[in-house]
Each structure stands twice: as structure tokens, then as C-alpha cells.
């Protein structure tokens, strides 16, 4: 087994009275995870968005490029933005050269994550299984599974009968509103815990060094000629010698103050959580016949969204047209879950691209680095979008991981589209 460099010292361990001790006092003992430090007047690397891409850039930067004169500006508090706004699924089962490469080495990379952070990301493997309701569509998955397995990524079609076994509470008689015919698992794919993934990666950054700085909002860029020297923010100025723009749905705000145009529109894609419940669903579950996924939390909760607001917008919330549209799927999907009462819903903001994949590059603007784009995969994205980030800041040049991912793609007629043939085809 490979082994993975493990970045920080070994924490006080604490004893089962310490921990009730602190929980009867309400948490209040605790030491800080990471420091609050007060704006530097300039930095080497300015990140903006401390989210779960701008927190794992800035912990690569360091790592892997010894850059650790960096600041991670967040408008909020960690973990208030999309990375704690979204069903928590990581998989690699995309079918386009480009994507089919890059999340497969993010899969990898989740997979030693918390050893190396030293943080308990909460990494579950349980599989990722999407129904087949006909047989094309079943061909369709038999042709992704081939794709996979060529570029090394676990991948397996299962028969009705198996389905049946593995998920008994799936609708798969022969009154179903859609019959299932078969599905695609991939079994290393899985979910992992987003605020976890948020705290580890900035416990780990700030220990290398980075300034993590919350509750400072970038209002414009500075500029020296027609570079990009740093950013105007709530709490002052900070120069900079490379900036990088990591802020999903924000992106056009933002790029529009560099006078960066961007082809990304904004759209809110909204998430559901039920009652908790006993074990019911060991796998993620995407129903194919919908645009429609499911999981189980830990606490119990069943995790589920649909598709995407079809208008535009920056609203970090919800409406009653798409919980109707995900309610009717997840019961058409798993009856059993008609009897549930929804606790509650919230909306992340989804940065779409014409083909679905994103950008990870530098920019026209001398200076300017841009990860955006990510449509519905940014959260799988997290440790390999900030790798691949990370390399392209330190070397002013892509990796071959990102190297597709450039602005120019569309006036080059080389999109990546994974809208037509990749995880869209299966409604994820």
C-alpha cells in the first residue's frame, strides 16, 4: 500500500471524561483549530474563497510547492458557502478523456485524505449505484463501464435480480412506475463529510502556515499596469503576488471586477435532508428515469436532490416546484420513503458551463488564476481541483491532470462535454 506523508504533529489526545467534561460546558474549553489572524499587507498567494477548493489549493501550495506566504480570504466562516451546501458524494465514473483522468485522481486522493490531514474526513466507500429503467439505457452504462475499467476505475453492471439483493427497498417489481432493468456501481465511490473536509483541510493549511482569513469580503482588485497586484477587501488592501479566484457561483461577480467575462451562469441547485431514520440505504442511489440521487447520513437522515433551477440566480435558497419534483422521484425510486417527514432543505450555488466541465487555468489577466466551472461536481473535486490549482499558481502553467481545462476551449471548438455523453446521461 502506498504510503501518504502525514503533514502534522500527532494532537493531545483527550480522555473520555475531558470530552464530557468540555460538552457540559458547552464547548467553550476547547482550543482553537486554526488561528484568526489579522490581513497581512501582502502575501505571495492570495486565495479567494475558503471553501473546500480555495482551503485544499492553499494546503497544496504549501505542501507539495513550499509556498506557504498565502492567505485564504472568506467573505463568511468556513463552510458556509457551497462546500457545506451540497450532498456529499465523491465518485470517478465520468466517460470524457480530461474528466475521466481527473476525478478519478481525486478519488485517490480522497482515499488517503484523512491519514494525511491527520482529520477524519469521514470517507465512506459504500458505492455508487444508477438504475437502468430499458435496455438502451443499460446499454449506455455498459459502454460507460467499459470506458472506466479502460482507464483503470472500478466499475460493474448488475442485473435486476441483483439489485434486488443489494437494495431490497428499491421499487423493482413489475408494478414499478419505471422498471429496472439493471444498473452501473461504482463500489469505491461513496460520500464523505463536507464540513470535515472544510475543517481538516484548514487545520492542515494554517499548520503549514497559511493565513486563513474569515469574514473578508474582496470588493475589487488592485491593479499595477494591466496586472492584477492583490485585493480591495472589507478589512484593507493586501498585495499579492499571484491571485487565485475559487468561489463557485460567485465567480461572474467577481471576474466581472477584473473585467474578465466568463461563459458560467449561476443557477441554485437545492439539497434535502429527512428525519433520521434506521439503516435503510447503503449505497449512494441515483434513480436514472429522474434527475434524482439519494444516500443515508450517519445520523440517519436521507440525503436527496434533483436537478438544477432552471433560471438564473444568486439565492441561497429554496422553492417548492423542485422539493415537489424530488419528492415524487424519491418515492417512484424507494416508496418506503413516503412515510418520512423533510426536516429541512438549503440551496448552493452551481457555476455552469456550456459542456459541463470546468476551468482550472491561468487567465488572460496577468496575475489572475481561475478554478470555476465545476457544474455538479465540485465537491468530488475538492482534493484534486486544489492539486491540480495549486500546481498551476506555483508554475504559472497546467498540469496534464487540468491542461483541458482552459478558457479558450470553446473559441477552439474542444469541448469536454459531459453534458451530452458523461454523468448527465445518467441524471448525476
Known amino acids: 500500500m502506498r504510503r501518504v506523508k502525514r503533514i502534522l504533529p500527532r494532537r493531545r489526545r483527550y480522555s473520555a471524561l475531558a470530552v464530557l467534561r468540555h460538552g457540559l460546558a458547552g464547548n467553550r ?89 491527520n482529520y477524519n474526513v469521514m470517507l465512506s466507500q459504500r458505492g455508487h ?39 431490497p427497498h428499491v421499487d423493482h417489481s413489475e408494478n414499478a412506475r419505471f422498471p429496472v432493468y439493471g444498473a452501473i456501481m461504482q463500489p469505491r465511490a461513496g460520500t464523505a463529510r463536507h464540513d470535515a473536509v472544510a475543517w481538516g483541510f484548514a487545520r492542515a493549511a494554517d499548520a503549514l502556515g497559511v493565513d486563513i482569513i474569515q469574514n473578508c469580503e474582496v470588493t475589487d482588485f488592485l491593479w499595477a499596469g494591466e496586472r492584477i497586484a492583490g485585493v480591495r477587501t472589507t478589512r484593507g488592501d493586501i498585495a499579492a503576488g499571484r491571485t487565485g479566484l475559487s468561489v463557485a457561483g460567485s465567480t461572474t461577480l467577481l471576474a466581472d471586477k477584473a473585467g474578465l467575462r466568463l461563459p458560467i451562469e449561476t443557477h441554485v441547485l437545492q ?44 439565492a441561497q435558497r429554496g422553492n417548492l416546484p423542485v422539493m415537489r419534483d424530488v419528492a ?24 455552469q458551463t456550456p459542456d459541463g466541465s470546468p476551468f482550472i487555468t491561468r487567465t488572460p489577466i496577468d496575475g489572475l488564476y481561475l478554478n470555476a466551472g465545476w457544474n455538479y461536481g465540485g465537491f468530488k ?41 458523461g454523468p448527465y446521461t445518467f441524471r448525476q
Request: net charge negative; glycine share 10%.
Open 29 to 117: 474549553a476547547w482550543p482553537a483549530v486554526w488561528r484568526e489572524p489579522e490581513p497581512k499587507p501582502a502575501y505571495d498567494v492570495v486565495i479567494i474563497g475558503g471553501g473546500g477548493h480555495g482551503l485544499s489549493t492553499a494546503f497544496y501550495l504549501a505542501l507539495n510547492h513550499g509556498i506557504t506566504d498565502v492567505a485564504v480570504i472568506e467573505k463568511g466562516y468556513l463552510g458556509g458557502g457551497n462546500v457545506g451546501r451540497n450532498t456529499t458524494i465523491v465518485r470517478s465514473n465520468y466517460m470524457m478523456d480530461g474528466n475521466t483522468q481527473f476525478y478519478e485522481h481525486s478519488l485517490k486522493l480522497w482515499e488517503s485524505l484523512s491519514h494525511q490531514l
Open 129 to 167: 449505484v444508477a438504475l437502468a429503467h430499458s435496455p438502451d439505457q443499460l446499454d449506455v452504462y455498459a459502454r460507460r463501464a467499459n470506458i472506466m475499467r479502460l482507464n483503470g476505475i472500478d466499475a460493474e453492471l448488475l442485473d435486476r435480480d441483483e439489485i434486488a439483493k443489494l437494495i
Open 271 to 314: 439539497a434535502f435532508v429527512t428525519e433520521g431514520v434506521k439503516p435503510l440505504l447503503d449505497h449512494v442511489l441515483i434513480y436514472g428515469m429522474d434527475h434524482f440521487y439519494m444516500s443515508q447520513s450517519d445520523k440517519g437522515g436521507m440525503v436527496f436532490g434533483g436537478y438544477l433551477d432552471g433560471y438564473n440566480s444568486y
Open 381 to 421: 473535486a475538492v482534493p484534486a481541483a486544489g492539486w491540480c490549482f495549486a500546481h498551476t499558481i506555483a508554475n504559472d502553467a497546467p498540469h496534464p491532470l487540468n491542461a483541458a481545462f482552459t478558457l479558450d476551449r470553446f473559441a477552439e471548438g474542444r469541448q469536454i462535454d459531459e453534458f451530452g455523453v
Open 328 to 351: 415524487e422521484a424519491a418515492i417512484a425510486a424507494l416508496p418506503a420513503v413516503s412515510r418520512l417527514r423533510l426536516l429541512r432543505q438549503w440551496g448552493g450555488l452551481m457555476d
